[in-house]
């Protein structure tokens, strides 16, 4: 059973996915990750993140195994894969790599923007994930708390404001909802309820 999960910055689609791949023992990708991966390597080698040529070869031979991924956490890693992933060329070089997990025997869960609308448009259950951008910011801010970075929650509703329009309006693959998803409003769930309703979803659409 491949469960395909998209929606934008925040919404808690990252906590659902790997909480039903746990579920339901399932691999999990982050996709996120493999732009946030691509933009970091780029940063790190010096280049433009407008550069597409470039972009499109560190994305062709990136290998998303040695990512450190907490060294591509963070907004400021987030934006800079926005700004790659709105280069069509960019999407086409990873679009193998996403492909290839969800196929795994068994099946897969994978997180992102485009997973039920181009990566893995047969995908037995997809959901779009979102709650609006105060709750989204708020939960930003917590995680950041949390973890004791410094907090400032205009700033991060206004990146989240900027990643939404930027996401939402590219010319590839924009965040959108498959026709056949369903939406998963998470603004009043805390975890808990996000995951039963979730759960309830999948259960009604693949009887598992
Ligand atoms: O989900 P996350 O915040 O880690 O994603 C970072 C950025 O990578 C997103 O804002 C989006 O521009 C891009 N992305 C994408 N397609 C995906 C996953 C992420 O364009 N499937």
Do not use: W
Not at 5 to 27: E, N, Y
Not at 74 to 88: D, L, N, Q, T, W
């Amino acid at each position: 059973m491949i469960i395909a999960i998209d929606g934008p910055a925040a919404s808690g689609k990252g906590t659902l996915a790997r909480r039903l791949a746990q579920h339901f023992g399932l691999p999990h990708l982050d996709t996120g990750m493999l732009y946030r991966g691509v933009a970091r390597q780029m940063l790190d080698e010096g280049l433009r993140l407008d550069n597409i040529d470039a972009a499109t070869s560190v994305a062709l031979s990136f290998e998303p195994q040695l990512v450190d991924e907490d060294r591509l956490r963070g907004r400021e890693m987030g934006e800079a894969a926005s700004v790659i992933a709105a280069h069509p060329p960019v999407r086409s070089a990873l679009l193998a790599l996403q492909r290839a997990f969800a196929q795994q025997p068994g099946g897969a869960v994978l997180d992102g923007r485009d997973i039920g609308t181009v990566i893995c448009p047969q995908a037995a259950v997809k959901l779009f994930v979102t709650a609006t951008p105060e709750v989204r910011a708020e939960r930003r801010a917590l995680e950041l708390t949390g973890r004791g970075e410094p907090v400032d929650t205009a700033a991060i509703l206004a990146d989240i404001r900027l990643r939404d329009e930027r996401d939402s309006h590219r010319s590839s693959a924009p965040l959108m909802i498959a026709s056949d998803a369903v939406l998963l409003d998470t603004s009043s769930f805390d975890v808990a309820g996000m995951v039963a309703a979730a759960l309830a979803i999948i259960a009604e659409k693949a009887g598992r």
